[in-house]
C-alpha cells in the first residue's frame, strides 16, 4: 500500500510535469512567432 501510494505521486509528479512541459513549449513557440513577426518590422530591431 506504501508503495502503491509513492508510485502514485511519482504519476501525479510527472503528469504536471509533462503539462508544464506542454504549456511552457507553447509559450516559447509564441516568443518564437512574435520574435520572427517583430524581425521582419525594421524598426523593432534595433530594440
Known amino acids: ?3 502503491f501510494s ?4 511519482a504519476f501525479t509528479f510527472l503528469f504536471r510535469k509533462i503539462l ?3 504549456r511552457n513549449f507553447a509559450f516559447l513557440v509564441e516568443v518564437y512567432s512574435m520574435k520572427k513577426s517583430l ?6 530591431k534595433e530594440i
Open 1 to 3: 500500500m506504501d508503495h
Open 6 to 9: 509513492g508510485e502514485n505521486i
Open 20 to 22: 508544464n512541459f506542454r
Open 39 to 44: 524581425r521582419s518590422i525594421p524598426v523593432m
